[in-house]
């Protein structure tokens, strides 16, 4: 069964610190790995990442893939209280009637001044 | 610049009803998508669809149907709402494996009792 499992589920950290989301996965013929942040509705999307070991920044964000372990992390520097959201990591895997996405049940951020 | 646009935002139902979730994109994206979220969980995959006329079932189908006779139309019907069903509804488009460009509706907070 394809899943995406992410940690913690929830974490809460003083505005400033650096915190670093995990999300690891087994899927069958994996095609990308993405990060969506979701506030009060629709998730957005952050980054797609298909090759490991490079990493994707935008701004204070970053994140970076192994396909071997198959695990991603999001790196969050300098936190700020507008960073507090869900962050959804989603898995893309091709299935005979195209792709599909399969998402981990999310880290909940929450940051305090 | 509508995107993808999701009727009704909120909801309430009584058990035994019946109701459509409207969703509407105007991107001419081929791939859409109904994705349900529990509080505290990620999305899981409801119905999807590749194209007009073609329709598949996701993670969790039970309880709902779809159609699709256009490109721009895929709305989700619930036939005898019951209360695990309460539940915010995502709709979701992109073009064939470009999941960087999906774009999500604002969500249809959905309560059944």
């Known amino acids: 069964e394809d899943k995406v499992v992410q940690s913690p589920l929830s974490l809460v950290v003083h505005e400033g610190d650096t915190v670093t989301l995990n999300c690891s996965y087994e899927?069958?013929?994996?095609?990308?790995l993405l990060w969506y942040k979701q506030e009060k509705k629709a998730p957005t999307f952050l980054f797609m990442l298909?090759?490991?070991?490079i990493e994707k920044k935008s701004g204070r964000l970053s994140s970076i893939l192994d396909k071997k372990e198959l695990f991603s992390i999001l790196n969050i520097t300098a936190t700020q209280t507008g960073d507090s959201a869900i962050y959804l990591c989603?898995?893309?895997?091709?299935?005979?009637?195209?792709?599909?996405?399969?998402f981990g049940e999310g880290t909940q951020l929450t940051v305090n001044p | 610049n509508a995107g993808v646009t999701q009727t009704p935002k909120f909801r309430i139902l009584k058990i035994g009803q019946s109701m459509t979730l409207q969703c509407t994109q105007d991107?001419?994206?081929?791939?859409m998508y109904w994705y349900r979220q529990d509080p505290g969980m990620g999305l899981k995959l409801i119905y999807y669809?590749?194209?007009?006329?073609?329709?598949d079932k996701g993670e969790v189908p039970n309880g709902y149907n779809v159609s699709r006779s256009t490109t721009e139309d895929f709305p989700l019907r619930l036939e005898l709402a019951a209360p695990s069903q309460t539940s915010v509804y995502f709709c979701?488009?992109?073009?064939?494996?470009?999941?960087?460009?999906?774009?999500f509706g604002q969500g249809t907070r959905l309560t059944v009792v």
């Open positions: 979701a488009s992109s073009y064939p494996s470009v999941w960087a460009e999906a774009f």
């Open positions: 899927v069958t013929n994996f095609r990308s």
């Open positions: 298909t090759s490991s070991g």
């Open positions: 989603a898995v893309e895997f091709k299935k005979t009637s195209g792709s599909r996405l399969t």
């Open positions: 991107m001419n994206h081929n791939y």
């Open positions: 669809s590749v194209g007009a006329g073609i329709t």
